[in-house]
């Protein structure tokens, strides 16, 4: 090659190459400059929020977006209202129409949601140490704003002058120690941007022209706007930037102080074990179930899940139980624990349901105590008094059960079904003949109720149950989670199963069959609902102490009960029992007179207790009787009572009276069983027959969920 070709090759390549990073350098500005124009919308969000470092907050600034290598995360606060991942937009002309955003006429939706999905992965990750899935918020922060407070699906818009208020209005869910564990994993996962950004002074090698041409390519003349420094984009609306104070002082403690006077919530409403946090946020493909012995946080998740499920899809969520009373008291709980999404979540008892499907669809339909109890008393009269069921072995409410909860509870309707049906969980077996009186009875008791032109309660749900087969909801809910659904029948699962059926995590049933009181065992295939392969065990027992614990499980050490997922199941054992206390007490009473006086002074040395008021009591009964008794007893000697069946969990100084089955999934601080018996203790089931061994079984059930309703203190009675 001639010297001439080469030096102008040199040169030609060394124009290139100045081009090249001239280009570079362009970019680096440009770069720069947005880094700058951030900082200072930032920093005006940071000088928001910066006063809450006075209440306990941790500010994490300039942290790197979590799987991103460029991005970073404008701020995450930390403190004791939970998690904020906060971004700062300089916006102008923001419009939100439903759950879209707008600045001007661009869709920048899906600016938010890249946000929304940051905090659902942080969600994630901090599940791991424990934090419940609702304290991690997604919040845009709209800088030079204020009065904006509005919500584009799961991310909270606010104005910069509106953030402070936001995270301080979330009061005191977390404590000191467990901010602290959020923080120490927090750190990790939003890691430090301290690296510098790379700069590379590395370019590709120019590629020259061929050497066979003869001209030299000399690049076009630059312009000299080329060579000046690039200015930085254009604030999106510099005209919204005022540099005034963001709030007064006055504005600032009112807000701090709003939040540190905030009641704390219980620890697990924002906190919970990893176990208990990685259930509430799995994705089941179909039905599901979640169970584990008393007291092991079931209903804790199951609540949890409601409020995760609400805020994470569309839709209604239901959450349902047997028990009448029990959801107004979860629904309390849940203001608390979920306050954005309370009014998205339904709490009905099952019945409640079906009257509102039946309701809805105008389906007649009449329920009538007395005229229940008069058809019933009538077809008993006409069809089984004096016949081969009506022995002293049993009182005439064993049949009333077995109608009830065995047939009606299955919707069974012909004859052949019962004949030879295994009747789970009742032992005392059933001959042809008497089969044969019992389906006579139900036969006679079925027309009676309809001569009256009345329904009972299993006809109601079966009534329901018809009706959502005959024509599915318009609009399914998205979730139906049952608690204790242990008490559900046959017809109820179905009924509550056709609302849903097998979306994925659309039905969740939360139970423990050992606490199973009402007979009727059937199982899931029987309902048609499978949840194989989507079931979890919780094994820690959170609310009582081991010494309570020991003394209710000796009652049920032996026992079997039939599981709804078709084996004859022991109960779950709990792996780790944390808390200690004093032992319960047992006292056996000469009478009745005597055992009032003594329930009437453990109350008052309960309440004596420190940290222990009326409302922390729980009296407990097997029967109307045994409540009425220790209502009046209590109210005799000036102690406030309330009946539990009027308890709505609104907190109420007095203490709570009532039979065991009003108190399933109830817990109080001191519980005092006033009716055992004391050969409970001390019959070997082995020496009963199979009626007594029904009876009795059923009875210590009854009698486990009562002890284990206890968290501190137990009392025990028998005359
Ligand atoms: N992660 C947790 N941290 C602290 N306490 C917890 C936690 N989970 C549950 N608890 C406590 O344990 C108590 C029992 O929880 P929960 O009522 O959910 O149990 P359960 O399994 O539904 O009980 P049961 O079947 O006996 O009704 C709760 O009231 C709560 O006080």
Redesign the pocket.
């Known amino acids: 090659m001639p010297a001439g070709d080469s030096a102008a090759n040199e040169a030609q390549r060394q124009l290139l190459l100045a081009t090249a990073h001239e280009k570079a350098a362009a970019d680096a500005r440009r770069t720069a400059a947005s880094y700058g124009l951030a900082s200072a919308t930032e920093q005006r969000t940071a000088r928001a929020l910066a006063p809450l470092a006075a209440a306990g907050y941790h500010l994490l600034a300039d942290r790197q977006w979590p799987g991103s290598r460029r991005a970073q995360v404008d701020m995450v606060v930390i403190g004791p209202g939970g998690v904020f991942v906060v971004d700062t937009k300089a916006w102008a002309e923001v419009s939100i129409v439903g759950d879209r955003i707008h600045r001007g006429d661009a869709d920048v939706t899906d600016e938010l949601m890249a946000l929304a999905d940051l905090a659902y992965r942080t969600e994630g990750e901090l599940a791991e140490v424990?934090l419940a899935p609702g304290e991690v918020h997604a919040v845009a922060v709209l800088a030079g704003r204020s009065g904006v407070d509005e919500h584009v699906g799961p991310v909270r818009v606010v104005g910069e002058r509106d953030v402070l208020q936001l995270v301080a209005r979330h009061g005191q869910r977390l404590s000191p120690t467990q901010v602290d564990v959020v923080l120490t994993r927090a750190l990790s996962w939003f890691r430090q941007v301290g690296a510098p950004a790379p700069v590379s002074t590395t370019l590709p090698e120019p590629v020259l022209p061929a050497p066979s041409t003869a001209v030299v390519a000399i690049p076009a003349q630059r312009h000299a706007a080329d060579d000046a420094p690039v200015a930085p984009p254009v604030p999106d609306d510099p005209g919204t930037f005022t540099i005034e104070p963001l709030l007064d002082d006055a504005t600032v403690q009112a807000a701090l102080l709003d939040g540190l006077m905030a009641a704390p919530v219980?620890?697990?409403m924002a906190?919970?074990?990893p176990a208990?946090a990685r259930v509430v946020r799995r994705s089941f493909n179909g039905p599901s179930r979640i169970r584990?012995?008393?007291?092991?946080?079931?209903?804790?998740?199951?609540?949890h899940r409601a409020a995760y499920l609400a805020r994470t899809r569309q839709g209604r969520v239901l959450v349902t139980t047997y028990i009448r009373t029990l959801p107004d008291v979860l629904r309390q709980l849940l203001t608390r624990l979920a306050p954005d999404v309370v009014d998205r979540v339904e709490f009905a008892g099952v019945h409640e349901t079906a009257k509102r499907i039946l309701d809805e669809r105008g389906v007649q339909h009449r329920i009538d105590g007395r005229q229940i109890t008069a058809a019933w008393t009538s077809a008993w009269g006409r069809v089984a008094g004096g016949s081969i069921i009506d022995t002293d072995r049993h009182e005439q409410d064993y049949w009333h059960d077995e109608v009830r909860y065995v047939i009606k509870g299955r919707g069974l309707t012909q004859w052949e079904q019962y004949a030879d049906l295994p009747r789970l969980g009742r032992r005392h077996r059933l001959g042809p003949q008497q089969r044969r009186v019992v389906w006579d009875l139900y036969q006679a008791y079925d027309a009676e109720l309809r001569v009256r032109g009345v329904h009972d309660f299993a006809d109601q749900i079966a009534l329901a149950e018809a009706e959502l087969r005959r024509q599915p909801p318009a609009e399914p809910y998205t979730a139906v989670i049952v608690?204790?659904a242990q008490d559900l029948s046959c017809v109820m699962l179905r009924m509550l199963h056709a609302l849903v059926g097998d979306a994925p995590d659309g039905l969740t049933l939360?139970?423990?069959g050992q606490?199973t009181i009402y007979p009727g065992g059937f199982t899931l295939a029987e309902a048609g609902v499978s949840v194989a392969g989507r079931g979890t065990v919780?094994d820690?027992?959170?609310?009582n102490t081991a010494e309570i614990l020991q003394f209710a499980s000796m009652l049920v050490a032996d026992d079997e009960f039939a599981d709804i997922e078709g084996a004859t199941a022991r109960g779950d054992r709990p792996t780790q029992v944390p808390r200690r206390g004093p032992k319960p007490v047992y006292v056996r009473c000469a009478n009745q007179a005597d055992r009032a006086r003594r329930m009437v002074t453990r109350v008052q040395e309960a309440v004596r207790q420190v940290g222990t008021g009326y409302g922390d009591v729980g009296v407990l009964s097997l029967s109307r009787r045994g409540v009425d008794d220790a209502t009046a007893a209590l109210t005799a000697a000036g102690v406030p009572v309330v009946n539990l069946e009027k308890y709505d969990g609104v907190p109420v100084d007095a203490v709570k009276v009532g039979t065991i089955k009003r108190a399933?999934?109830?817990?109080f601080k001191q519980v005092l069983v006033v009716d055992v018996r004391a050969s409970w203790f001390t019959e070997k089931p082995e020496q009963l027959d199979e009626v007594d061994r029904e009876r009795r079984e059923y009875r210590l059930r009854e009698m486990y969920?009562a002890m284990?309703?206890a968290?501190d203190g137990l009392w025990v009675a028998s005359v």
Do not use: C, M, P, S
């Open positions: 424990g219980e620890d697990w906190f919970l074990h208990q584990g012995a008393a007291g092991t946080g079931k209903t804790v998740v199951g609540l608690d204790e939360v139970g423990d606490q919780l820690i027992n959170y609310r399933k999934g109830l817990e969920v284990t309703r968290r």
